[in-house]
């Protein structure tokens, strides 16, 4: 880290502000709020895959004392505009109700909103729904086939989103290149599956026209979509972004959560909350995550050097679509991962199946993707017969080709990969792990050493959506804040979207802590509402260190920069001879005249006379800003600049398993991180443990299982399984600083660390592992039965006769 | 299917040193209880059904899950939630000090949670090891942390050094 | 996920339970520690009309511990089975069976009788109480009491022999007298605390020269129930536990399995386990390792 700057604040241990209230049970999470005559929303689901809607009795449910309401899709969309998917596909429309088909098992047909959550759940028990079940499909090669039933007839086909990407000269470089090999790996479907579930509650007021929305939210344009959907003008919709979220890593989406809500509160007069059960969340809640099958080849020469890769990635989205197929452009921006490969033909192709819809997970297809990418990277050197190691330093980008361009478009804007992966060797240390392993290997275990090499892009930027769907033109994705002093020359800080546990407040008063040199304990942040808040497009794409610190960061160097103006003018002197420490002024060659920031602040808010002529009285500055770099169109040929900032990671894990059962245990995980500056080093590392621990579940345990007849198998924690504190091991984490040029202190974004290389890495270990039986396993999660699985399909390979062709 | 008669009952349950009453619905759970007929919104709910933990309090001293208990079972006994942790207001236990000092939270969900079951470990084994920290809340779900700083939080409590970085 | 109305009662005696019971029939049920019954309720597949609170009745929180056969209440804890080394050196298959289930929380409130008493086919308290040959004694207003064996006790999954006014009251545990009683508890989950994929218990008894003089050996989680097998147990007398023994007596346990199949586990697989769990059962217990086995 020799390259970081001398900063007061930034990069230094500091206790979260958030965590005060948090440790004393005083977060405010969207089910916290009181409000006087609340309602509850319980809700009828499909059991059924596919099926017409034939009649909806809601009688009995409406009779029972304490009911309200028990709303049809028949009677609510109507009223309402639909919520529409992310590519060019206006046939595949969703509300929040279903309306005379369903095509999931867990859509929403009918909600009761009742006194109390329990009453709700009583009368939805009454509520008698016909169904005449009709074809489906849940398998999505099936879907992809002409003659399956189609979910969304409107659209006249599954396919949803369907691209062919060349970018180089794939062919030639198949043709030159020494060797080729190719395999499928499946990432099979798993979210992050946050502890809180969705909530939202709403309150309508018919004398002021504003429809109040307490979510537990992560989502841009939340505010303007919710608004859209309930065809209301956007000033009459008021998102409160100072509720604590518990937790989403992308998956907080509830738009439909919101409208269901706030129509039900405008129809009643009453507010409505709905508060998702976990069964409910887990199978009608839309918050699954990619849903994977990879064809990939690799090109590559005699000494490892991969030329040119080809991908076809088939993601299943299940029966409705919000922003879920753009998770197949993203990874567009770091096609390569961190590699010298030189050309990239990539298919996205996006299904639509009766399944639970899936929405934005954590990394946005990154992970996925360098999965498949990392896969291959270790099948090139078994096939070679080279160390996977070597092989990666011999593909990794070097340290001094930065910025470096991808074919694809994007610019990697710095890093040293080679750095980082030596720092995440020596920490292990790899010798010993070396030595541990073949200790296991003599006890009887199977043991192997995983690692994994993966990009972090970083800086949220849009960009994939013009570039999946050509009549989005959407190339702004800001972010903002603004930065007061009072007249106690106080501090407050106003930032416009809400947080799930990433310490924004902390990130930004760290930085205008160090802008101001005042300190950063004093200053205080505040969320705004969607009324009075500036524009944000929300904590995504790991951009918030990057928009929201440089925003911060802006806002704060407008006011030092006022303060100073206020100095030179009534100290008689030019700006340049000023210098600024603690938040006073001082004449740099005489440091006895000074103007302390008490006196500053008070010119500034009472001594308008004092004030550089034509100045605005008070101090409150802001600043809005575009995504650096971002603001381009694709070009034709579907290359763009993606994200601003890339962050790396390389893991080293450890593992073994146990021949006879399958079981694995991570015996030493070590993650290599550089993202640049870090504002909050324990925020960064924190949610870099996270992120481990989400790729260990998503790599050996987590599945959304579904059955033949669309049925949720894995609808509930008994079977959806969590990693705990017994599942994930010990976590060293080392960091290395490439800063970025686009960026206030130099800072990339975090906030999908450990995740995105994780699954990768696991994978890595276990197929090394299970490489001297003949075993693999491309499919995740590589649950113990999997495991033994492939290694009885090994054993019985080895023990069966050869037969020769007849 | 008829309705059973549901009939109210009058709870009284010492929460954090306080007798509270109130009348329940017998259905009521202990979670639903403490957050909605107390405003004692700090335990939180995150599965209703005994596996994530958010729910744990602490039932005469010992960890328990709120959502797998009725309110009206527990008539007459002492619950404490994580707002009675503290020893006054405006301060913190050692361990909600430690959590602080350690970054052992990020959203806080399940921070409550955590906070009830290491209380109770360190309450019986003053010198947890790692494994011990880890097994006393191993029925503690967590999206956020990995658990990494949480173990370092309570080696720190207990003035055992943090093992990672 | 709230549960349906219910009326609740909080027994004030043995006496007083068995009377609603009687009274309500298949309508009422006892309520201990509730870890399996009120998620059960939450979710809706439990419906009682009335609850009937048996937690703080002393008559089943006894323990009583002779030198033939431990009797235990029904409401006796999972954490206080755990912790009372007295008991665990009469019987130690419960300690190492009570280890493996749920978590600290789930210990504090959940009771021995009522993991019995709910039968999951994959629960570790099942199958130690069918290795054992426990003695489940059920009480009820008409018939007084009435002692049941595990094997008939337990009859299919989440079903029990217990008659709808009838209540469990206590466990009787035998006890193996004289010395060389080891025992073993293997099970894989797919996380700690998780009901078993598949599971395997033994108890044996060794002379001084290592000859098996006594056995008992099971298996969970493979079959509606979990199984014992008493024939292959006699097999074992006579004749020192080594590995050749170990896994043919393991493969034969486990033919007989008839596992089912989730997305976590295949049937096949199941089966494989229950072998392998089995033969390293019968070893560790022969070796006389007492410490439960690690991750």
Redesign the interface.
């Known amino acids: 880290m020799a390259d970081t700057p001398p900063f007061r604040y930034v990069g230094k241990h500091r206790r979260a502000v958030e965590h005060r209230r948090f440790v004393t049970g005083q977060g405010r999470y969207a089910a916290d709020i009181r409000l006087p005559g609340l309602l509850h929303v319980a809700i009828v689901a499909s059991p059924h895959a596919s099926a017409r809607i034939l009649s909806i009795d809601t009688a009995a449910a409406l009779a029972m004392p304490g009911v309200h309401a028990v709303l049809t899709g028949e009677e609510m969309q109507p009223e309402l505009d639909p919520m529409l998917p992310g590519v060019d596909a206006p046939e595949v429309r969703r509300f929040p109700l279903a309306r005379g088909i369903v095509r999931y098992a867990g859509e929403w047909v009918v909600a009761v909103a009742a006194e109390?959550?329990?009453i709700a759940?009583?009368a939805a028990?009454l509520v008698e729904v016909e169904y005449e079940p009709t074809p489906h499909v849940v398998d999505p090669e099936a879907a992809i086939h002409p003659g399956a039933p189609l979910v969304h007839p409107a659209h006249g086909s599954n396919v949803i989103f369907r691209r062919e990407f060349v970018w180089g000269p794939v062919e030639q470089d198949f043709t030159a290149a020494t060797h080729s090999l190719s395999y499928r790996v499946r990432w099979s479907r798993s979210a992050t599956v946050p502890i809180e579930t969705f909530v939202c509650t709403s309150a309508w007021n018919d004398a002021t026209g504003i429809l109040d929305v307490w979510a537990s939210i992560q989502m841009p344009k939340f505010p303007d979509l919710l608004a859209r959907c309930l065809r209301l003008p956007g000033n009459a919709v008021r998102v409160h972004f100072d509720v604590d979220v518990g937790g989403s890593y992308g998956v907080k989406r509830g738009l439909k959560h919101a409208i269901l809500v706030g129509y039900l509160a405008r129809r009643l007069g009453r507010p409505v909350r709905f508060l998702e059960?976990?069964?409910e969340n887990m199978r009608g809640g839309d918050m699954q995550g990619p849903d994977r099958i990879f064809d990939v080849a690799l090109a590559f020469d005699g000494d490892g050097t991969i030329r040119s890769m080809r991908m076809r990635a088939l993601d299943d989205v299940g029966a409705y679509s919000g922003r879920a197929p753009l998770q197949l452009g993203k990874p567009v921006g770091a096609i390569v991962g961190p590699y010298t490969i030189g050309s990239v033909a990539y298919e996205a192709i996006s299904v639509l199946t009766n399944k639970t819809p899936q929405e934005a997970v954590r990394g946005f297809g990154q992970s996925p993707t360098n999965y498949a990418i990392e896969i291959g990277l270790d099948k090139v050197a078994r096939f070679l017969g080279l160390d996977r190691i070597e092989l990666r330093r011999r593909n990794l980008i070097p340290a001094d080709r930065f910025p470096y361009l991808i074919p694809s478009g994007t610019h990697y804007d710095s890093g040293d990969y080679a750095a980082v992966l030596d720092k995440a060797l020596a920490a292990a240390p790899y010798a010993e792990l070396l030595r541990q392993r073949d200790a296991l290997r003599a006890e009887g275990k199977l043991a192997g050493i995983g690692i994994s090499t993966c990009l972090e892009p970083s800086g949220g930027n849009s960009s994939f959506e013009p570039l999946f769907n050509p009549k989005n033109t959407t190339t702004t994705w800001m972010d903002s804040c603004l930065v007061r002093v009072d007249l106690s020359g106080a501090v407050t800080a106003v930032m416009a979207t809400s947080s799930s546990g990433q310490a924004h407040e902390t990130l930004v008063s760290t930085v205008v802590g160090e802008v101001l040199q005042r300190h950063p304990d004093s200053i205080r942040v505040i969320h705004a509402d969607s009324l009075n808040a500036l524009p944000s497009n929300s904590p995504v794409g790991s951009r918030m260190a990057i928009m929201l610190g440089g925003a911060a960061a802006g806002a704060a160097k407008r006011v030092r920069a006022k303060l100073l103006r206020i100095a030179a003018h009534n100290l008689g002197v030019a700006e340049a001879e000023l210098g600024w420490e603690d938040g006073s002024a001082f004449v740099m060659t005489d440091p006895s005249r000074c103007l302390t920031w008490a006196r500053l602040v008070e010119i500034a808010h009472r001594e308008f006379h004092s004030l550089p002529p034509g100045m605005e009285p008070g101090l409150q500055e802001k600043f809005v800003w575009e995504v650096p770099t971002g603001g381009m169109l694709p070009t034709p040929d579907g290359r763009i600049q993606m994200y601003p900032c890339h962050s790396f990671e390389a893991h080293v894990v450890l593992a073994s398993i146990d021949p006879?059962?399958?079981?694995v245990?991570l015996h030493r995980y070590v993650v290599g991180h550089d993202c640049g500056v870090m504002i909050s080093p324990d925020v960064v590392h924190g949610m870099t443990y996270g992120g481990v621990a989400h790729g260990l579940g998503a790599a050996?345990?987590e599945?959304f299982?579904f059955s033949p007849e669309g049925q949720l198998?894995?609808g509930?924690f008994m079977?959806y399984?969590l990693?705990?504190a017994?599942?994930v091991p010990a976590i060293t984490i080392v960091d290395h600083c490439t800063p970025s040029p686009l960026t206030e202190f130099g800072q990339k974004g975090s906030g999908e660390a450990g995740y995105l290389g994780g699954p990768a890495a696991i994978a890595s270990a276990i197929n090394d592992a299970l490489a001297p039986e003949g075993a693999a396993v491309d499919a995740l999660p590589m649950?113990?039965?999997a495991i033994?699985?492939a290694l009885r399909a090994a054993m019985v390979a080895r023990t069966e006769p050869v037969r020769e062709p007849a | 299917m008829s309705?059973?008669?549901?009939?109210l009952?009058t709870v009284e349950i010492v929460v954090n040193g306080t007798r509270r009453r109130a009348v329940v619905?017998?259905?009521t759970?202990l979670v639903?209880f403490l957050r909605d007929h107390l405003g004692l919104t700090g335990t939180h709910v995150g599965c209703?059904?005994?596996i994530c933990?958010a729910c744990?309090v602490l039932?005469e001293g010992?960890?328990?899950?709120a959502?797998?208990?009725?309110a009206?079972?527990v008539?007459g006994m002492s619950v404490t939630t994580v707002e009675g942790l503290a020893p006054a207001r405006g301060q913190l236990s050692k361990l909600q000090d430690a959590f602080c000092e350690a970054h052992a939270l990020q959203c806080g969900y399940c921070t409550p949670g955590m906070l009830i079951?290491c209380h109770?470990l360190l309450a019986r084994n003053p010198h947890p090891s790692e494994a011990e920290i880890r097994?006393?809340i191993?029925?503690n779900l967590c999206r956020c942390t990995g658990y990494q700083q949480i173990v370092d939080a309570v080696k720190l409590a207990t003035g055992q050094g943090a093992a990672h970085g | 996920?709230?549960?349906?109305?219910?009326?609740?009662i909080?027994a004030e005696s043995l006496d007083h339970v068995l009377e609603q019971l009687a009274r309500h029939g298949g309508?009422a049920k006892p309520?201990a520690g509730?870890?399996s019954l009120?998620?059960m309720?939450?979710?809706?597949l439990a419906r009682p009309?009335?609850?009937v609170?048996i937690?703080r009745l002393p008559e089943l929180k006894t323990l009583e511990i002779g030198p033939r056969r431990v009797v235990m209440g029904a409401t006796s804890r999972q954490?206080d089975i755990e912790e009372n080394a007295a008991l665990n050196r009469v019987v130690p298959l419960l300690r190492e069976a009570v280890r493996w289930v749920?978590?600290?929380?789930?210990r504090?409130?959940g009771t021995v009788g009522g993991s019995l008493a709910h039968a999951d086919p994959s629960a570790e308290l099942p199958l130690a109480a069918l290795v054992l040959d426990a003695t489940l004694v059920l009480r009820s207003q008409a018939e007084g009491q009435r002692r049941v064996a595990a094997t008939d006790f337990l009859i299919a999954p989440m079903v029990t022999a217990t008659g709808e006014a009838e209540c469990l009251a206590a466990i009787e545990w035998p006890v193996w007298e004289g010395p060389g009683v080891a025992c073993a508890f293997e099970e894989?989950a797919?996380?700690?605390?998780?009901f078993a994929?598949a599971s395997a218990a033994c108890q044996l008894q060794l002379d001084a020269a290592g000859i098996c003089r006594r056995a008992a050996i099971g298996l969970g989680g493979v079959a509606g129930t979990p199984l014992a097998f008493p024939d292959l147990a006699a097999a074992l007398l006579g004749r020192r536990i080594e590995p050749r023994l170990a896994h043919d007596i393991a493969e034969e346990a486990a033919a007989r399995a008839e596992p089912g199949s989730?997305?976590?586990?295949?049937a096949e697989?199941r089966r494989?386990?229950a072998a392998?769990?089995l033969r390293r059962a019968l070893l560790r217990a022969a070796a006389g390792v007492p410490a439960m086995a690690a991750?």
Not at chain 1, 660 to 663: A, D, F, I, L, S
Not at chain 3, 262 to 266: G, L, T
């Open positions: 109390t959550r329990a759940e009583d028990e059960d976990r069964l006879e059962t399958g079981k245990a050996l345990m599945k299982a198998l894995s509930s079977d399984l990693p705990s017994q599942e649950t113990p039965a033994w699985r | 309705a059973p008669t549901s009939p009952a619905e017998p259905r759970t639903d209703e059904h005994g933990g744990s039932l010992d960890p328990v899950r959502c797998c208990l009725f009206v079972q008539d079951a109770d097994e006393a191993g029925g | 996920m709230k549960a349906a109305p219910f009326a609740f909080r309508e309520i509730g870890q009120v998620p309720m939450a979710m809706r009309a009335l609850l609170d937690n954490r749920g978590h600290v929380q789930t504090n409130r894989v797919i996380r700690h605390g998780d994929m989730d997305p976590h586990a295949d697989y494989h386990l392998v769990l991750a």
